[in-house]
């Protein structure tokens, strides 16, 4: 069953709404917003994957290095505006921005990040453009 995130409810203090989440997502959306590497790879358990944009990122090492290019050096941010519950996944719609080269991309670039969490932990990440436009 679908279960859609009530824009009215509360935000985290880098203002990104988080109500609902597992506390390992979001911890992943303030760390990114606040880029700290250190605070984002705490997020993931030590054999998690990483998919993004179609490229596997595995464990920890791998992880780091990718957060450490694509979130943190990029200084992404995440604009939540929308979020689903699905059968125990996450699944966070952001407006993406950051100091990334944005010619020939949407404004705002959507991004959808899909979650997956165990023990505390994220264990799969899977992220991708969003062609609905939210």
Known sequence: MEKQHDP?????????????????????????????????????????????????????????????????????????????QHYGHSIVTAHVDGLFDKRGLPDPLVLAFYFSSYDGKIVQLIILRNQSGI
């Open 8 to 84: 009215g409810a509360q935000t985290a203090p880098t203002g990104e709404m988080t109500a609902g989440l597992p506390p390992s997502v979001t911890a992943y959306i303030r760390a990114t917003n606040l880029c700290n590497l250190d605070a984002l790879l705490a997020t993931f358990a030590d054999d998690a994957l990483v998919n993004d944009q179609l490229t596997d990122y595995w464990g920890k090492e791998a992880i780091a290095a990718w957060a450490a290019r694509d979130i943190i050096g990029e200084r992404l941010t995440l604009k939540v505006v929308k979020i689903v």
